[in-house]
């Protein structure tokens, strides 16, 4: 489990444009008054809450930056809950991503299948919006890859090793991010 863990990571790591256009992509939004917001399902909406949360407070203590704007949308049990259950599950989060977010941020799609059928509806809205959609995914992308402007696939479907690399791939871009901003 291990070795698999560290051997996707390699493998990730021989191809750094996909991470660099990302980084790229949540400068430029940054730079220009926008935020990034994420989401994903259950340990895909705690990674995404991890990096929501790494921006808004900090990354690393050594570094010393001002906050910066990310929210994501898994967080409001109350507006989830009433997208559900009000519009469906494809709505839970393009409902609030119509409201909280303007053209020119960057949504995060978090999934490990590419199949959620939420961060499907919220990749369209995206789409639909102006905003760019990054998508974190697994195995070979499934539906979500054609929705995303950026895609990092992990290919993996073991979902523990996708979300692995989910995070260890949400660190590495906020890093850079940082070093940019700040530096």
Not at 73 to 87: E, I, K, Q, Y
């Amino acid at each position: 489990m291990l070795r698999r863990s560290a051997e996707l990571k390699l493998a990730l790591a021989e191809n750094a444009a996909p991470v660099l256009a990302v980084v790229d992509a949540c400068e430029k939004t940054i730079r220009a008054g926008g935020k990034l917001i994420f989401c994903g399902n259950g340990g895909s909406a705690a990674d995404a809450q991890h990096l929501a949360t790494e921006l808004v407070i900090r990354l690393r203590g050594a570094v010393a930056r001002q906050s910066w704007p990310a929210i994501t949308l898994a967080l409001d049990t109350s507006a989830v809950t009433a997208a559900v259950n009000d519009f469906g599950v494809e709505e839970m989060f393009a409902r609030p991503l119509h409201g909280l977010g303007r053209a020119g941020d960057v949504l995060f799609g978090i999934t490990t299948s590419g199949k959620s059928a939420n961060i499907l509806g919220a990749l369209r809205a995206a789409r639909e919006m102006g905003i760019v959609s990054v998508g974190l995914l697994g195995g070979d992308g499934g539906l979500a890859l054609p929705l995303c402007d950026l895609a990092i696939v992990v290919p993996e479907i073991d979902t523990a090793r996708v979300q692995e690399c989910h995070i260890t791939l949400g660190h590495a871009i906020l890093t850079l991010l940082e070093d940019r901003l700040v530096g």
